[in-house]
């Protein structure tokens, strides 16, 4: 076997200053790219309190027009009542969410 290398023949391999270049630049779009997702995440998080703040305004609504008599609703009549679920009333205690009078609020 000739071990020679050829004149002019280039071996395919990255550099040391290539693969730095490379990092570099997946370094930067991870700086540009990473505040963008914590604010998406963070939208994400208000429409999801919203959105539970009006499923229990809703259930609240429903409460009161089957029980009508009742001046104040708490979130333990709905679960007595089953109109919030175990895993929604952990939910709406997580986002601190709570009713005054007759209307849920966070």
Do not use: C, W
């Amino acid at each position: 076997m000739n071990n020679t290398k050829k004149i002019g023949q280039k071996q395919s391999a990255f550099t040391l200053i290539e693969a730095t270049v490379v990092l570099f630049i997946i370094g930067l779009l991870m700086l540009l790219i990473l505040p963008n997702l914590t604010q998406q995440k963070d939208k994400a998080q208000q429409t999801h309190a919203r959105a539970m703040v009006a499923t229990v305004q809703t259930q609240v609504d429903l409460f009161l027009n089957d029980h009508p008599h009742q001046d104040k609703v708490s979130l333990d009549d709905l679960a007595k009542e089953n109109y919030l679920t175990k895993e929604q009333i952990d939910k709406v205690k997580a986002l601190k969410i709570s009713i005054q009078g007759h209307e849920a609020k966070i």
